[in-house]
């Protein structure tokens, strides 16, 4: 399994193909956009690695942005005592999380790929769907469908 040490938010991070990873918010971004992270230290397999120095050049990762988001708050409280002094404040980190799609080596060949995620079709028009149920009796057969509050019942 090939994976890339690239650098970001002034962290480093190893990183896999389709993988998901929380790193420093990206600068203004859209969502499920394309991702290039030219900034890679390292890369390799379980055989082989190719360090940079500092960096490798040509070699890239590429990613797609998957939600930009905040942490948790967290509380900055601080008080001195016998002074009747305090301050409480609080933080929220801004985060963006990633999913890595493909590692390319200086040559600008792929090492590794992630396999590709189908998307559910997303529901554009509302359609009302009318549930069908087929009930057996002795003699024949009742079929029943129903509609929000509507109940109608055919016989056949």
Do not use: C, W
Not at 80 to 87: E, H, M, P, V
């Amino acid at each position: 399994m090939s994976y890339a040490i690239i650098l970001t938010g002034g962290k480093q991070y190893k990183v896999k193909a389709g993988e998901i990873l929380k790193i420093e918010r990206l600068g203004d971004t859209k969502l499920e956009t394309k991702i290039e992270f030219k900034e890679i230290l390292a890369y390799g397999d379980d055989k082989t690695i190719e360090v940079g120095s500092p960096t490798i050049g040509g070699a890239k990762v590429e990613a797609e942005l998957v939600e930009n988001g905040k942490n948790r708050t967290i509380l900055i409280f601080k008080k001195r005592r016998r002074q009747n002094s305090r301050r409480k404040n609080g933080h929220r980190q801004q985060y963006s999380l990633i999913r890595i799609n493909k590692i390319f080596s200086k040559d600008g060949k792929v090492l590794s790929e992630a396999e590709k995620i189908i998307k559910p079709a997303k529901k554009t028009d509302k359609v009302k769907v009318v549930a069908e149920t087929k009930i057996a009796t002795k003699k024949k057969e009742v079929k029943v469908a129903s509609k929000k509050k509507e109940t109608k019942v055919v016989n056949k």
